[in-house]
């Protein structure tokens, strides 16, 4: 039950912590808005995948002969 608790939490820190990376390099590089929207997009690829892996950890183990 706690994992399922994570899932929100994690579709909302991900893409935020993508986009305050990807602004940290755009000030610095002066490419803004670029890689903040690259941030933006890494950060919502890594929380599906972080989705997609818990959904596979709560069905467990799959028989292969059944």
């Known amino acids: 039950m ?4 994570s899932i929100p939490l994690t ?3 991900v893409p935020i ?8 390099f755009d000030r610095r590089v002066g490419t803004f808005p670029w890689l903040t929207i690259v941030g933006l997009a890494l950060g919502f690829i890594g929380a599906a ?7 596979r ?3 467990g183990p799959k028989d292969k002969h059944a």
């Open 57 to 59: 950890r709560a069905e």
């Open 49 to 55: 995948r972080e989705l997609r892996a818990a959904l």
């Open 2 to 5: 706690g994992e399922f608790l």
């Open 17 to 24: 912590a993508g986009v305050l990376v990807g602004w940290f």
């Open 11 to 13: 579709l909302a820190l």
